[in-house]
């Protein structure tokens, strides 16, 4: 079993920055990808990145330039920087332990909101 925990989201002005954790515990040897997921209010749910065990990375096209999705093996944690944050980018972000076909499991997620 897996269990994610995400932290680090907030109100931002637009431009602003934000970085969202997410810590991953119980058996991590399933995972074959980490991605990071948002859903807006009356909105379809979106995969935003992804990154696989053996490095690769994948962004929607709506954040390429603007977001990084990171990890740091020794602290079991998966980060994504956001920058020049949009109002649009207002939603719940959540991440997910994926198989190469698809989630397995997710995290509670983490409100972030872009707004003056």
């Known amino acids: 079993q897996v269990r994610l925990v995400e932290s680090g989201g907030g109100l931002v002005q637009p431009g602003g920055s934000l970085r969202l954790s997410c810590a991953v515990s119980?058996?991590?040897?399933?995972?074959?990808?980490i991605g990071w997921y948002r859903q807006a209010p009356g909105k379809q749910r979106e995969l935003v990145a992804s990154a696989t065990s053996g490095g690769s990375t994948n962004y929607a096209d709506s954040v390429k330039g603007r977001f990084t999705i990171s990890r740091d093996n020794a602290k079991n944690t998966v980060y994504l920087q956001m920058n020049s944050l949009k109002p649009g980018d207002t939603a719940v972000y959540s991440c997910t332990a994926d198989h190469l076909w698809g989630p397995f499991a997710w995290g509670q997620g983490t409100q972030v909101t872009v707004s003056s």
């Open positions: 119980g058996c991590i040897f399933d995972i074959d990808a």
